[in-house]
């Protein structure tokens, strides 16, 4: 599956943004769909995923209440909405599909990523 995520943007902080990303093909619902992020002179981080029916996700511990995963299988696109922005969510984030049954935090089980959205939040 090939990904594209436009968007992202520069905010203030206590902002909201949605970022979305595209997939094509046909198969996008048998995919975990997940969003990372990389600051500059980080590590790429996990921030939510989602499973095949979206009806069950997870969240990394300092965005959870503030972000929110969701997907339209029918339109092949998952969304990460997010609230309350804070000068440290500022990164380029990253969509990723993996094939995993099971909602995965881990990098290394997503196979396909799309190119990367610079979000930058100012205080």
């Known amino acids: 599956v090939q990904l594209q995520a436009p968007g992202g943007g520069l905010v203030q902080a206590g902002g909201s943004l949605r970022l979305s990303c595209a997939a094509s093909g046909r198969t996008f619902s048998s995919y975990t769909m997940g969003w990372f992020r990389q600051a500059p002179g980080k590590e790429r981080e996990f921030v939510a995923a989602i499973d095949r029916s979206g009806y069950s996700t997870r969240y990394r511990y300092s965005v959870k209440g503030r972000f929110a995963i969701s997907r339209d299988n029918a339109k092949n696109t998952v969304y990460l909405l997010m609230n309350s922005l804070k000068p440290e969510d500022t990164a380029v984030y990253y969509c990723?599909?993996?094939?995993?049954?099971?909602?995965?935090?881990?990098?290394?089980?997503?196979?396909?990523w799309g190119q990367g959205t610079q979000v930058t939040v100012s205080s």
């Open positions: 990723a599909a993996g094939p995993r049954v099971t909602i995965m935090i881990d990098s290394a089980t997503y196979d396909s």
